[in-house]
């Protein structure tokens, strides 16, 4: 599947595709979407630009490498704004 066909998936099917194992394809389209999303909520939650990219960066492998444990109960952007407020708040105890 090409990269222009991903971008027809939902958000759902990507995370089910990566779970499958396609080779990270569908998790790059995700982080594609929602990083700059995801960037803006580390900054609101830490008010530092550098510890904002570094935990989005920690939430983002914490999510590819646990998106098995993602359940389907609530959308996908929902699912990553709790990794990243999580990585951020843990971040800003370890500081």
Do not use: K
């Not at 599947?1 to 595709?17: H, Q, V």
């Not at 983002?60 to 990553?80: C, M, P």
């Amino acid at each position: 599947m090409s990269p222009d066909d991903l971008s027809d998936l939902d958000d759902r099917e990507l995370l089910a595709r990566h779970v499958a194992g396609d080779g990270g394809a569908a998790f790059g389209e995700i982080f594609r979407r929602h990083r700059d999303r995801m960037y803006a909520v580390a900054v609101r939650t830490t008010g530092q630009r550098e510890l904002a990219a570094d935990s989005v960066q920690e939430a983002f492998i914490s999510a590819f490498r646990r998106a098995e444990a993602y359940r389907g109960e609530a959308a996908v952007t929902t699912w990553l704004h709790r990794i990243v407020v999580n990585a951020c708040l843990d971040r800003l105890r370890r500081e």
